[in-house]
T-cell receptor
């Protein structure tokens, strides 16, 4: 079983739709949950991070963590063609010097004008 | 630019060649990382440096050789690569190694093709 599972897509939705991107993870000890966005021919950029359970909102983006289900989500409201990218989830134990991020394989998102 | 610059952007090399990838960060970060990104696979951590000292070598074949002469520069020396080494090689940095939980800053990567 992979530590982090993420549907590779592609996920294609019309402009203006609400997008839901998801990851599941296997280790209940993970404490930090991150979403990165990667445009074509670019490196990943940190979009949002969340500590422990709950929601975090930043503009049109909402990150949600459900530790009981080991499920993390990224919602995008009023999606725009500029949101077309690959979205990577990553998790981390966040203790001591355990710096390693465990990554999902990424979901390719296409927003159709 | 993100503050992490990688060169070259594209590299095609034969299996017997020797080449180097370069990474430079202008963020004052103390930790730097090399990642390999292959299609539809999670990022693979290759090497980690903290204050110019290597702290991680994730069972990477010896045909990949990292070098970190100072906290701003990171190199990946390549020799006698295999076609399966073709991938996007990403450099990243973070403020401190323990701050990885709060996110890395990535460069745009070097697209490597081994022929």
């Amino acid at each position: 079983q992979k530590e982090v599972e993420q549907d590779p897509g592609p996920l294609s939705v019309p402009e203006g739709a609400i997008v839901s991107l998801n990851c599941t993870y296997s280790n209940s000890a993970f404490q930090y949950f991150m979403w990165y966005r990667q445009y074509s021919r670019k490196g990943p950029e940190l979009l949002m991070y969340t500590y422990s359970s709950g929601n975090k909102e930043d503009g049109r983006f909402t990150a949600q963590v459900d530790k009981s289900s080991k499920y993390i989500s990224l919602f995008i409201r009023d999606s725009q063609p500029s949101d077309s990218a690959t979205y990577l989830c990553a998790v981390n134990l966040g203790r001591g010097s355990n710096y390693q991020l465990i990554w999902g394989a990424g979901t390719k998102l296409i927003i159709k004008p | 630019e993100t503050g992490v610059t990688q060169t070259p952007r594209h590299l095609v090399m034969g299996m017997t060649n020797k080449k180097s990838l370069k990474c430079e960060q202008h963020l004052g970060h103390n930790a730097m990382y090399w990642y390999k990104q292959s299609a539809k696979k999670p990022l693979e951590l290759m090497f980690v440096y903290s204050l110019e000292e290597r702290v991680e070598n994730n069972s990477v074949p010896s045909r990949f050789s990292p070098e970190c002469p100072n906290s701003s520069h990171l190199f990946l020396h390549l020799h006698t690569l295999q076609p399966e080494d073709s991938a996007l090689y990403l450099c990243a940095s973070s403020q401190e190694i323990s701050y990885g939980a709060y996110g890395y800053t990535f460069g745009s990567g070097t697209r490597l093709t081994v022929v």
